[in-house]
């Protein structure tokens, strides 16, 4: 059992300390770290550490992975003294920021990123209640019908309100990560779905409204992703210039009045109807890629998915997949289909070295990884645990995507919704509309399993890496 007080006190160590740590955040697998000194941390150290599984540099922040523990390694290393969620003051002068290219990069990838990162429980909370649903509803087992309370509870509702209210959830974690008023962030949402306005939209009676003389579309922004990401920095900005005018004496009642009295016009004539025309530009273009490249645009992200992960762009796209699934019921063919194939394929590399290893150690270590990303839903293990320990196996996550990518892509498998990130993200492909889709998504998972698997148990490992396993058995033993 992995001694958690001891891998957070080396991994602090390792990144410099407490003193060397500006803001600390984890996800589902990973600690994420922004640091003053960029230099001090070695990966290749870090990853020696017990408990460690790897550690990079990615969206500019340097990331320790350690697997479903995350959460009690994190609580250990809080307990070091990285207090406030691990926010300490950083002197003006490490404040200052650098306009490269680069860090422009790095700090909208950031932002994104960790944004969309506080938003995963909720989003993995109401899918599996749909996921649930359409397992039990009509559609699957019978079990419960369209006019049953629980059905409607766990189909509609619960999944509505996780995803409907997306841009007041978006516009407080948004904040979180921006340093602005975490209230305002959410008042900014709720403006961008207020009932009034949404009942305009539906009705579909007015294309326009005015907004302080200003014309505005009229739009439902309900279940939308890039309005409130696209208005959020503008506010920070905002109440801050609020701050420094308004007299402290009547900060409490002017600073949030003059701020949404500036972001309403804002958001409403420009940033919001920005981020609806984006989504759905971006959308198109990611959806038209699979009807353009095919089969083989499905194979190819389903080859390539686990390589986005491991670089962490991979949450700009699954931002770009919502924005479009969420607001298409005809479904996505290809960009969350791929990501699906890609899962079980990664999944693959681990139980074929588990299947194919000889050490008892190693071998339930590898068994471990694979368990944690079919029960769990998680791929880091599996990716540096086995992908990056043994490279070879690299071409089993490669070759098993591809495959089940291009099965799926002629099969026309679809997937109608974000479903869990554990072997029950089969229940995506399921619709009402076209049934065909769940057999076939699922044949193609199992294929992209099986053949990764068999990939890496005939062609994973060099000569020397299966002698030093066959040795380490024997002394085992």
């Not at 057999?439 to 399993?449: L, P, Q, T, W, Y």
Request: aromatic share 10%; proline share 4%.
């Amino acid at each position: 059992m992995a001694d958690n007080a001891k891998t957070a006190a080396d991994v602090l160590a390792a990144v410099g300390g407490k003193e060397n740590v500006t803001n600390l955040i984890h996800c589902i697998t990973r600690l994420r770290f922004s640091l003053k000194d960029e230099s001090i941390p070695d990966a290749d150290a870090i990853k020696k550490i017990p408990g460690v599984i790897g550690a990079q540099w990615s969206g500019g922040q340097f990331q320790v992975i350690i697997g479903q523990n995350v959460t009690k390694v994190y609580d250990e290393v809080m307990k070091l003294g990285v207090a406030g969620g691990g926010s300490i003051d950083v002197d003006e002068g490490d404040a200052k920021f650098e306009w490269t290219p680069k860090n422009v990069g790095n700090a909208i990838l950031n932002y994104l990123s960790k944004t969309m990162v506080a938003m995963i429980p909720i989003m993995m909370g109401g899918a599996f209640f749909r996921t649930v649903a359409t397992l039990f509803g009509p559609s699957l087992l019978g079990l419960w019908t369209e006019d049953m309370q629980i059905y409607q509870l766990f189909n509609t509702w619960m999944y509505n309100a996780a995803f409907y209210f997306i841009p007041i959830y978006l516009g407080y974690s948004a904040s979180k990560q921006l340093g602005c008023s975490e209230m305002l962030g959410m008042f900014m949402g709720g403006i961008l779905i207020c009932p009034d306005l949404v009942a305009l939209a539906q009705a579909g009676e007015v294309a326009s409204v005015s907004v302080m003389g200003i014309p505005a579309p009229v739009a439902n922004y309900g279940q939308t992703v890039l309005p409130i990401i696209l208005c959020m920095p503008v506010l920070a900005q905002v109440e801050k210039f609020m701050k420094k005018i308004v007299p402290d004496m009547l900060s409490t009642v002017f600073v949030p009045f003059l701020t949404m009295l500036v972001m309403v016009p804002v958001a409403y004539c420009a940033l919001a109807p920005l981020g609806g025309w984006l989504g759905q530009g971006v959308g198109t273009v990611l959806f038209g890629f699979g009807e353009v490249g095919g089969f083989l645009a499905v194979a190819v992200i389903g080859a390539l998915w686990s390589f986005l992960v491991m670089t962490g762009m991979h949450q700009v796209l699954i931002v770009l997949a919502i924005t479009q699934l969420l607001s298409s019921p005809a479904g996505d063919p290809c960009v969350t289909v791929g990501g699906m194939i890609a899962q079980w394929a990664t999944w693959g590399i681990a139980f074929g070295a588990f299947l194919r290893l000889k050490n008892k150690e190693e071998k339930m270590a590898q068994l471990g990884y694979a368990l944690s990303g079919i029960i769990g839903g998680v791929t880091e293990p599996e990716i540096y645990g086995t992908g990056f320990k043994y490279t070879r196996s690299l071409a089993g996550m490669i070759g098993g995507g591809f495959i089940g990518g291009a099965l799926a892509g002629i099969f026309g498998v679809h997937n109608y919704m974000l479903a869990a990130t554990n072997v029950l993200c089969v229940m995506g492909f399921a619709s009402p509309d076209n049934p065909s889709s769940l057999i076939m998504g699922v044949i193609s998972c199992v294929v992209a399993f099986v053949a990764s698997a068999a990939i890496v148990y005939f062609f994973g490992f060099t000569k020397e890496q299966l002698e030093e396993d066959r040795k380490a058995a024997e002394r085992a033993a």
